[in-house]
């Protein structure tokens, strides 16, 4: 089947001037723009794209010098993992880090010449209550890209999930590229190119500070998918006009979103970011935190108003019978209390006692027992004493058996 090209001159129907319409002009618009973006110099080029002669450097064996940097750098990491954390109830926590996460960490500092303790000095650790996680975050040193066209309405900060290797390599080369698209036989893009890589965003105010909500936010979203259970990742801070989001066309759609705006959203909260204007501020890690690895605050001993009934109340040790001779020394894990343990010869014990309650620098943060006992039994000891209580009965009360 054929039909003649239209020339304006209806009588002209020349066979000679038909064509087949079986074949489509290539130069269609949605066509003519993938060829476009495929040939954009500006385009960060895909892994896929790299030639056989693209290398990234890094560095493969320590010298002594730099030995000892990389094992400042994990102390000096370390350091910073050990402050306590606040969870949601405002309790204090202190959660031990992985070492291996720890140790890769300083791996891909050391592999692309970045190492500095003054960077891990700045180490910030989040703990994510609801899931149990903990993301430790260290920054890069990198020098900041430009405004994303020269527009900045918004700043984001977005979470890139991949692997050890390819940490170190980003960091080398300073730069996320895009994983992949692709083309048929003939050359031709069968998908818009990529522009941008994938990972969780949010937000921020300042470009220069790292605020826990976004992190918890990126992490705890990006924990949910396939791409979040890779061990390590990165985060990336962009500044471009704002951040649009694509409500259906899949990949392609968001792709031309982030090389419109520098920043796009999926339905699904999926963000890509541009390669070109990806400021790479921070090398982050997340991991589990199991139950042993966390160290709750002691309570503090406070007595309460009113102390429970004698009847069920457990009968507390006297604590004079376990002090040591005055020419031993205590024991490791004994409290650290002040002399009422310490009796003189002619003082009884209440005097000991009421020392003790009336000395106004005690601090009740320091004292501690191994057993944990509540706190009402040290209030009635206390209100027993102060009523004036007979002495035998309370001396009763300490020849019944031993906890």
Known sequence: MSFRVPDGDSENSEVADTISLTKFDTNDIDLDEMVAAANDPHRVRCL?????????????????????????????????????????????????????????IARAFAQSDLLDIELAKQTQAFYIEPENLLTITVPTGLKKKPIYRGEHMGTYLIYHKTSWESVAKILAEDCIRPATWTKNEAGIPTQYPCYGFFGMSSEIADIDNLPGYAVKICTSQLYKIGKGQNPSGLLAVCR????????????????????????????????????????????????????????????????PSEPPDDSTRPVRPDPSADAPEPSELPPDDSRDTPSHRETAASGSRDYARRSWHDNASWDNSTYSRRDRRPSYHEGHSRDQHHEGRPRSRHSTHHSKSRW
């Not at 002594?64 to 350091?79: K, S």
């Not at 306590?84 to 291996?100: C, E, G, M």
């Not at 890509?272 to 921070?282: F, L």
């Open 48 to 104: 896929t794209e790299l030639g056989p002669d693209h290398v990234v450097p890094l560095r493969q064996s320590l010298t002594p010098a730099i030995l000892q940097l990389f094992n400042q750098f994990v102390d000096a990491m370390f350091e910073q993992l050990a402050k306590p954390y606040r969870t949601v109830n405002n309790h204090r926590i202190w959660i031990k880090a992985s070492q291996a996460t720890v140790r890769n």
């Open 240 to 303: 471009s006009p704002k951040c649009i989001r694509a409500l259906a066309g899949g990949n392609d759609q968001i792709q031309r979103l982030c090389n419109l705006a520098g920043i796009a959203k999926g339905k699904d909260n999926a963000t890509a970011m541009n390669s070109s204007a990806a400021s790479i501020c921070y090398v982050a890690s997340t991991h589990s935190v199991f139950p042993g690895l966390i160290t709750h605050q002691t309570a503090e001993t406070n007595a």
